[in-house]
């Protein structure tokens, strides 16, 4: 065949070996669902009217309902070791990253903790060190559990491969316009991929119930710090 060969770099060659281990050594599976997210949209277009603040994106909104079903699932924030299922303490919210040469997923660090301006400056600070390579150890290697957001490249929906030794990570698209019954309603679509040697269906199944009910209590989940 006739072509080019592009020769990888050392960051595309780490992300083969690492997802290749991932299919072929993590039996995977998959539990999906529908959320409503007009609340958000509208507290997030709130939060952002103000002025000398980080922007709070869907992505934060996101990670922090993803921290909050994590510390009431804690069988979703683990990792898997030789010797078993490793429960973390710590909520740390990987987040899909995507360079020029590849992907990171660098971990906003007790997560679970922030408020949501804080959560809004951490991950933009986590972006742009991302961005230029001075992240930290402990965000390459601390993440106990990642969300990849593709809503912003008009993706729909998608599976996600988890990242050993993590079991879970949760693939989200973008928003979607549609008819109700009672009006027009914004949706988007959460897809979580679960290694079933630590997870079962109904465990996913209560993260995802959990994670939408976060999600519509706008609230408590993008309350800001007093």
Known sequence: M????????????????RM??????????????????DGVRHRLAALNEATGAPRVTMTVALVLACAAALRA??????????EGLLEAD???????????DGLVAPALLQADRLDVRAAAA??????ERANSQRLRPAELTGATFTLSNLGMFDVTAFTAIVSPPQVAILATGRTVERWSGKGNIHTLTATLS???RA?????AARFLQTFKHTLKDTATLLEEAR
Not at 92 to 99: M, P, Q, R, S, T
């Open 2 to 17: 006739n072509g080019k060969v592009v020769e990888q770099t050392r960051m595309r060659a780490a992300i083969a070996r």
């Open 20 to 37: 290749l281990e991932s299919k072929q050594h993590v039996p995977h599976f998959y539990v999906q669902t529908e959320v409503t997210v």
């Open 73 to 82: 699932h804690p069988r979703l924030n683990s990792v898997w070791t030789s």
């Open 90 to 100: 710590d909520v740390n919210v990987g987040v899909a990253i995507a360079l020029d």
């Open 122 to 127: 951490g991950l933009r600070e986590l972006t």
């Open 194 to 196: 679960a290694d079933h």
């Open 199 to 203: 997870v079962d269906g109904v465990d």
